[in-house]
């Protein structure tokens, strides 16, 4: 079975080593994988309107995750449209690693690489308020 299926909170970034806490407190992000070849992102802003949500059709070939942006939610707030993770069509390969219910997405930032933390939420009911 597929370790990533299920909801996942981002709660730290990991760079050059150390860890740190989300530069941005209010910014909750959630990466929802829904099936073997589904998954989800969700975000928003506390005390904020607006959110940012796509789908996208993914596989796991050698430690990446390889996917392509197949629905951008048309209610999504203006300032969507600059992530290129919410535009249609777009294709992403990146690498990541699941230890302890935690995973970790490496993306690339410059010449360095910037680590997403992600803990796995096991809840009944999703948190997500929409």
């Given at each position: 079975?597929?370790s990533?299926?299920?909801?996942?909170?981002?709660?730290?970034?990991?760079?050059?080593?150390?860890?740190?806490?989300?530069?941005?407190?209010?910014?909750?992000?959630?990466?929802?994988?829904?099936s073997?070849?589904?998954?989800?992102?969700?975000?928003?802003?506390?005390?904020?309107?607006?959110s940012?949500?796509r789908?996208?059709?993914?596989?796991?070939i050698?430690?990446?995750?390889?996917?392509?942006?197949t629905?951008?939610?048309?209610?999504?707030?203006?300032v969507?449209?600059?992530?290129?993770?919410?535009?249609l069509?777009?294709?992403?390969?990146?690498?990541f690693?699941?230890?302890?219910?935690?995973l970790?997405?490496?993306?690339?930032?410059?010449?360095?690489?910037l680590?997403?933390?992600?803990?796995?939420?096991?809840?009944?009911?999703d948190?997500?308020?929409?």
């Open positions: 079975m597929n990533l299926i299920g909801l996942w909170l981002y709660t730290s970034l990991i760079y050059q080593g150390q860890p740190l806490a989300r530069p941005k407190p209010e910014l909750k992000m959630y990466y929802n994988f829904e073997e070849s589904v998954n989800e992102i969700f975000y928003f802003r506390e005390n904020e309107t607006g940012c949500r789908k996208a059709e993914y596989e796991i050698d430690s990446e995750i390889r996917q392509k942006v629905i951008v939610d048309p209610a999504n707030a203006d969507c449209a600059q992530d290129t993770d919410m535009q069509g777009n294709y992403s390969a990146t690498k690693e699941v230890i302890d219910d935690k970790y997405l490496h993306l690339p930032l410059g010449e360095e690489t680590i997403y933390v992600w803990e796995k939420i096991n809840v009944l009911q948190p997500r308020p929409y």
